[in-house]
């Protein structure tokens, strides 16, 4: 069974910085695909970004291209998510999510394991 437990989240203002963390136990997580997503108050769950294993990709919603980066530590089972120039918009409960198959996928369906999630608020 794969555990994922998120850290990092809290209260900033606009145009600050967050570094979310993800530390999974449990699987072979070299080859998870690691998704992070969030969900806003009253809104519908959505894909943020992604990272594939043994492979050096990764994906972005278009609304954070530019300004957040996703990476992976495989030695510590651990995934990131860096975020830059911070927006009210960007409040939200962030989850990772690990996909075992090891394809790229947006899909909520497809991510088999989640974590908590891990609340952030940017204040304008």
């Known amino acids: 069974q794969v555990q994922l437990v998120e850290s990092g989240g809290g209260l900033v203002q606009a145009g600050g910085s967050l570094r979310l963390s993800c530390a999974a136990s449990?699987?072979?997580?070299?080859?998870?695909?690691m998704g992070w997503f969030r969900q806003a108050p009253g809104k519908e769950r959505e894909f943020v970004a992604a990272?594939?294993?043994?492979?050096?990709?990764?994906y972005y919603v278009n609304s954070v291209e530019g300004r957040f980066i996703v990476s992976r530590d495989d030695a510590k089972n651990t995934v990131y998510l860096q975020m830059n120039s911070l927006k009210a918009e960007d409040t939200a409960v962030y989850y990772c999510?690990?996909?075992?198959?090891?394809?790229?996928?947006?899909?909520?369906?497809?991510?088999?394991?989640w974590g908590q999630g891990t609340q952030v608020t940017v204040t304008s």
């Open positions: 999510a690990a996909d075992p198959r090891g394809v790229y996928s947006r899909r909520i369906g497809d991510y088999s394991y």
């Open positions: 449990g699987g072979t997580f070299s080859r998870f695909t």
């Open positions: 990272i594939m294993g043994n492979v050096d990709r990764s």
